[in-house]
T-cell receptor, first 112, second 112 residues
Framework: QQQVKQSPQSLIVQKGGISIINCAYE??????FPWYQQFPGKGPALLIA?????SEKKEGRFTISFNKSAKQFSLHIMDSQPGDSATYFC???????????FGGGTRLMVKP | EPEVTQTPSHQVTQMGQEVILRCVPI?????FYWYRQILGQKVEFLVS????????KSEIFDDQFSVERPDGSNFTLKIRSTKLEDSAMYFC??????????FGPGTRLLVL
């Protein structure tokens, strides 16, 4: 019940295209959903986060869409750039804001 | 911009030896975490620490593991008797009252 399932495992997108990564969760106690970006040899860095009281949040080229009834959320990267090439992790936490449960990660490659 | 720092960046040890991984969280943060990431796999929660005590721990965090905040700035993870399967990247994270956890660059531990 604590799992967060993420897909796809890897994604190749042309420069300027839209990258879409999906996550699904089971635990209805989760109420905080961040996305982290990780470059090789670095720690995960927070990209954008959402709470379930909104269905969408946009920050620049990054948008989270959230579907509470389906227990799914997704990251959209508009106008994808080669510098976006990294591993992306979705995560979830419960109301205590304590431990993060991570998805399996998506390795994104944006081709020039 | 303040950041979480970790030392050492790499650690090689023999099976059965004790290792101590060190972290300096962001100075005004109150909540501290350790996560690990086995090569190619997802980030997994180990333990959280608040007000000088463990607030939550995963099943990975068995009796071989311990955490300590020996002074006002450091946060350490000790593995008493390392096993081959402890080889992983270990990330420290910290947060203030809001949910955002900031991750350090990690310590890559290799147990031979």
């Amino acid at each position: 019940q604590q799992q967060v399932k993420q897909s796809p495992q890897s994604l190749i997108v042309q420069k300027g295209g839209i990258s879409i990564i999906n996550c699904a969760y089971e635990n209805t106690a989760f109420d905080y959903f961040p996305w982290y970006q990780q470059f090789p040899g670095k720690g995960p860095a927070l990209l954008i986060a959402i709470r379930p009281d909104v269905s969408e949040k946009k920050e620049g080229r990054f948008t989270i869409s959230f579907n509470k009834s389906a227990k799914q959320f997704s990251l959209h990267i508009m106008d994808s750039q080669p510098g976006d090439s990294a591993t992306y992790f979705c995560a979830a936490a419960d109301n205590a804001g304590n431990m993060l449960t991570f998805g399996g990660g998506t390795r994104l490659m944006v081709k020039p | 911009e303040p950041e979480v720092t970790q030392t050492p960046s790499h650690q090689v040890t023999q099976m059965g030896q004790e290792v101590i991984l060190r972290c300096v969280p962001i100075s005004n943060h109150l909540y501290f975490y350790w996560y690990r990431q086995i090569l190619g796999q997802k980030v997994e929660f180990l333990v959280s620490f608040y007000n000088n005590e463990i607030s939550e721990k995963s099943e990975i965090f068995d009796d071989q593991f311990s955490v300590e905040r020996p002074d006002g700035s450091n946060f350490t993870l000790k593995i008493r008797s390392t096993k081959l399967e402890d080889s992983a990247m270990y990330f420290c994270a910290s947060r203030a009252k809001q949910e955002t956890q900031y991750f350090g660059p990690g310590t890559r531990l290799l147990v031979l």
